[in-house]
């Protein structure tokens, strides 16, 4: 399998399960402003603004799905600006199900980052774990006086509640408003990684039915650049939207990545097919006007992980 193949094929079983000032908010509780983040040279721009480091602005920063696809990015960025950070996970010894670790990983951190995900997309089990997890882990929050938590959602969760999985995410960011926990919610696109598990989920008689409506994905290392400048900063106690650069149709990006896999299976534009379950309208899937977007286009990205 070539190198751009092989990397689809592995970020689309990746999974984070193992997987702004609030004085710029809005009514709808979401931050504002037209901000690019930088994938490569967002690094660089940081180190080269930042102060140097010193004992009272290094944290301890606790990362849940530390080892999957976007959380080995974050604690990698997050680590190269001199923080301390735990990559959390199950085979780390840290269970947020059953709570397992919870409390010795979270003494003395002051931010939690929580990309968990269920590993069962079934109904019921997706909404057990999302609550399970949610409670364990506010609980050992709040004993560890955590000052910010940051969650990893979608864009357009409360718009899919017709999905089941969508009912979990929106029982999560539930339990997050009312935790009393000070925290950020970042409602992310899809990532490019993820375009081929958009067609596995799709295919109806031997063929990936989609909508063909607007759609925005950005590429995972820039979702990682903004969930670590967000979990370095401030609490907004709402919603952070970030998105990708340029926008497609969600049939006709779906039909050049399988194209680029040599994945003969045929692309219906179908106005009546679901996505994960929900029906979907014209603007579901991308961020509002004022969401953060990152740099790297889809060509770009291609040729990145092509190389």
Not at 7 to 33: E, F, P, Q
Not at 76 to 90: F, M, N, T, W, Y
Not at 267 to 294: C, F, Q
Request: charge should be neutral; include cysteine; proline fraction near 4%.
């Amino acid at each position: 399998m070539g190198t751009f193949a092989g990397l689809l094929h592995r970020s689309g079983r990746a999974y984070d399960a193992s997987c702004t000032d609030a004085a710029h908010r809005g009514k709808s509780g979401k931050a504002t402003g037209n901000d690019v983040f930088w994938s490569a040279g967002f690094e660089r721009l940081e180190a080269a603004n930042a102060p140097r480091k010193t004992l009272e602005n290094i944290m301890k920063i606790v990362v849940i799905g530390g080892t999957g696809l976007i959380g080995s990015k974050v604690v990698k960025h997050l680590r190269g600006r001199g923080h301390e950070v735990i990559a959390a996970s199950p085979a780390s010894g840290v269970n947020t199900i059953t709570g397992e670790g919870l409390s010795e990983a979270l003494a003395g951190a002051n931010v939690v980052v929580d990309l968990a995900n269920s590993p069962s997309f079934e109904d019921a089990a997706v909404l057990e774990f999302f609550t399970t997890a949610g409670k364990n882990l506010f609980a050992a929050e709040k004993a560890a006086g955590v000052q910010h938590h940051v969650a990893l959602s979608v864009v357009g969760t409360d718009r899919l509640a017709q999905s089941g999985y969508f009912r979990g995410k929106i029982a999560q960011e539930k339990l997050i408003r009312e935790s009393g926990v000070p925290y950020t919610i970042i409602h992310s696109t899809q990532f490019f990684e993820f375009l081929k598990g958009i067609a596995d989920i799709s295919v109806v008689a031997g063929k990936v039915h989609l909508p063909p409506v607007l759609f925005q994905p950005m590429a995972a290392d820039d979702v990682a650049s903004a969930l670590a400048r967000i979990a370095v900063g401030p609490p907004v106690n709402g919603i952070v939207e970030i998105g990708g650069p340029e926008q497609f149709r969600l049939d006709d990006l779906v039909r050049q990545c399988l194209a680029l896999l040599k994945d003969t299976r045929e692309v219906i534009a179908d106005p009546k097919a679901l996505y994960s379950g929900a029906t979907i309208s014209e603007k579901t899937l991308v961020p509002g006007n004022d969401a953060r977007l990152g740099e790297t286009r889809f060509e770009t990205w291609i040729m990145k992980s092509a190389a």
